[in-house]
């Protein structure tokens, strides 16, 4: 069985740092680009960052570009979101994602595979 699995969420106060993780289970990520979203109490998902699997290309949404940096180790299944200067409009639960596209596209229907997602709360 095919499945993601994020873990590394939690509460952090503005201007601090956390690392997210996505392991991909049963399957390599290689095929796939790679993608993390977010959602925030209230609102839709959005992508935020993206991770091409043809030439390892990154891409990033306004709001988190130079504050976030995703990663991926495809010999370890594993994706990374480094997300530094969190801002309390960062909260919310971020989820990762596999499609078998070959560029970045943050249209949800495209994503085969989502992980369950893991919270993020940024708060004094």
């Known amino acids: 069985q095919l499945h993601l699995a994020e873990s590394g969420g939690g509460l952090v106060q503005p201007g601090g740092s956390l690392r997210l993780s996505c392991v991909g289970e049963?399957?390599?990520?290689?095929?796939?680009?790679m993608t993390w979203f977010r959602q925030a109490p209230g609102k839709e998902r959005e992508g935020v960052a993206c991770?091409?699997?043809?030439?390892?290309?990154?891409h990033y949404v306004e709001s988190v570009k130079g504050r976030f940096t995703i990663s991926r180790d495809d010999s370890r299944r594993t994706v990374f979101l480094q997300m530094n200067d969190l801002e309390p409009e960062d909260t919310g639960v971020y989820y990762c994602?596999?499609?078998?596209?070959?560029?970045?596209?943050?249209?949800?229907?495209?994503?085969?595979?989502w992980g369950k997602g893991t919270l993020v709360t940024v708060s004094s």
């Open positions: 991770s091409s699997n043809m030439d390892y290309s990154s």
């Open positions: 049963g399957f390599s990520l290689d095929y796939y680009v």
């Open positions: 994602a596999a499609a078998s596209i070959s560029v970045c596209d943050y249209s949800p229907g495209l994503y085969d595979h």
